[in-house]
């Protein structure tokens, strides 16, 4: 039994933190929770003064990099940095190679994953064979399976009847059809956001209508199909104008947005720095702004950190040359806490909502609760403590971080699964 | 002059002070009277070695630096990636590695990639000088421009330039353009909606016709180079409709000529594009003095910089 003393308990519900000390059993079950719990034979206590406990967080979309990158991330590797930033379940996107279009290789992913990983992955399946956009991936095999999503991950699915087709054959699975709003007419060989920095560094720029146009194209088929839709990593803030109206119509869509697209801008980039390289490609503050907007109107459902890691010396490239993506599911709750709940901007329970709760409920999944006779499965946050992100600190085989070398404040003392 | 900050690398124009960029014109001067005679080395470089790295194919400007750097006695080794071998952004730090063996002083680097020479500056003891990134920067194509115009112009502040073409692609227009801003040169720019991006540099006047451009009255008109093999249909829907909206025709150098304003194009051009051959006999053509100022501007660009190879 492990008794975990004196802290507070975070939830979705409220933003006031509850007071309680929480007992867990040998099983990994919450025994009891109650105002004090005095310790029991055999029972080990951890000090939780002054600390949040909150419930694990859910990120939705994780390139774990297994099978096929394995020099970049392993499913080990992504589980362990997982917890290490407090999140104790995630999806797998299906970019790996060989892709994840069918439901044998479902199975063989899920085998694995149960070999490795110490917290739930679940998988999502190709929309289309290989992501190539031109035939109708094995629905069927991996809804029999259980993936929880299909798609083409950073691939958008060109042909807009081809995408109306998967939609309108998801529907019979009740599958979730997830998009990641590109163009890639108008995105070409662009590296970074299209405007004053792009211009400035000589660098092949994607502009804002890139997502936009894709995003409301994505749209407009779910509301003709009536399928279920998830967009990830809206970035501009016409794209979650465009969401906002499709939710008030009453379309079935939920979408998400990343750390990074809240808090970095363009001119982070401003030195060619690699690490703030990602799709779709960091905004203007204005922005950054109205999905900060979004996120706390409720037009945002769910963050999601694109955790999409590559070695050191694959991003040491020049900047047009270095791939897309940073690792993100070390740093997310530290960074909004960082630079939201300690400053003020939202509470803890935004951060349940929409990074524990709501992505869970996107996919069909229980929320994580703190509550007796439920699994223990939360973290346990020290607000008054401060992190430094270095390569040590970092479990993820990618140390590439916009915040690499920045200390953090807060620190995440345990992950309880 | 009072001493200025040793600086090891030329990478943009953005970084540069007024101050230095007025000690490079005091030393160019010099060095471009030692071309009128028969003797036309110094003994500036001697020992120090010149690497000309140029993973973009380039004879102007590669030979001007080459010309520059024996013209200081430095020895010079030429290194032309060709574009069939070209070595890919990944392995950019192996050749890093190997450029810090070789020992050079100077690297002289152009880049198909923006940001290539700032990556190699970091990690090498040589001075790096960039000499063209993607469509980033071209510092000493706008040194040289800038020392042709106060040429001729010795009182250049609130004279005007045009420059005419295509801005999106070129790092001439970036640079050039901030280095005339920054010496209080007032800067326009012509050229298809397609190839002129919108509000990216406030300093800069947009005109949309050569008529409005005379009756602004430029003392310059800078023509860039079109990238034919690129741009055609994509940008703008032929080289014929280009050079009649955009071109250097007779009439328009007749034009030119009662405003006296002068002719610059930093080369190669393409003759029946944006210039024709009658136009290119234009008595107020400043190019051959481009290419001559830009040795001179080179050779004190390598008299500046001081690499820190001395340094481990």
Known sequence: MRLFKNGTIASEETPELQKADILVDDEGVIHQIAETIEAVDGSTTVDCDGCVIVPGMFDLNVHAREPGFEHKETLSSCGEAAIHGGVTGLVLMPDTAPPVDSGNLVKSLQDLVSEVSRIPMHTSGCLTKKREGKELAGFSGMASRGVTMLTDADHEVPCPDLLRRCMEYAKDFDLLVTTHGDTPALTKAGAINEGHVSYKLGLPGIPAISQEIALDRDIRVAQHTGARLHLQQVSTANSLKSIAAAKEAGTQVTCEVSPYHLLLTEEDADDYNTHFKMDPPLRLQSDCEALIRGLLDGAIDAIASNHAPHTEFEKSADFASAPFGISGLETTVLALFDRFISEGTFGWNLLVKKYSAEPRRIVNLDPVKIAEGEKAEFFIFDPNGETLVSKDYLKTKSPVSPFLGQTLKGAIRETVI | ?312
Do not use: C
Request: hydrophobic share 40%.
């Open chain 2, 1 to 312: 002059m009072s001493e200025l900050k040793p600086r090891k690398d030329l990478l943009d124009i953005e970084s540069l002070s007024l101050e230095e960029i007025e000690y490079i014109f005091e030393n160019a001067a010099p060095f471009k009277q030692l071309f009128q005679r028969s003797v036309k080395k110094v003994p500036t470089l001697r020992g120090k070695t010149v690497l000309n790295l140029f993973y973009e194919p380039s004879t102007r400007t590669s030979s001007s630096f080459e010309v520059a750097a024996s013209r200081m006695s430095a020895d010079v080794t030429n290194f032309t990636v060709s574009s069939s071998s070209v070595v890919k952004g990944e392995s950019l730090l192996d050749t890093i590695e190997t450029l810090q063996a070789m020992r050079s002083d100077y690297i002289v680097i152009r880049h198909q990639a923006a940001g290539v020479p700032g990556i190699v500056a970091k990690h090498t003891n040589a001075s790096v000088i960039n000499a063209g990134d993607g469509y980033h920067a071209h510092p000493t194509q706008a040194l040289l421009d800038s020392m042709t115009f106060r040429e001729v112009y010795p009182d250049y502040q609130g004279r005007k330039v045009i420059i005419v073409g295509d801005i999106l692609h070129s790092r001439v227009a970036r640079s050039t353009s901030m280095l005339f801003n920054k010496l209080g040169i007032e800067v326009g720019v012509l050229g298809p909606g397609s190839l002129v991006p919108e509000g990216r540099h406030d300093f800069m006047k947009r005109f949309h016709s050569w008529e409005d451009v005379f009756d602004w009255g430029p003392d310059a008109v800078y023509l860039l180079r079109v990238q034919l093999e690129r741009q055609e249909g994509q940008f703008f829907p032929s080289i014929a409709e280009y050079h009649k909206m955009y071109g250097m025709h007779s009439e328009r150098v007749a034009r030119m000529r009662q405003l006296g304003a002068y002719l610059m194009h930093p080369g190669p051009v393409n003759r029946g594009v944006e210039i024709t051959d009658e136009a290119m006999g234009y008595e107020k053509s400043l190019i051959s003095t481009q290419v001559e100022n830009g040795i001179a501007v080179r050779m004190a660009v390598l008299h500046w910089l001081k690499p820190e190879t001395d340094k481990d």
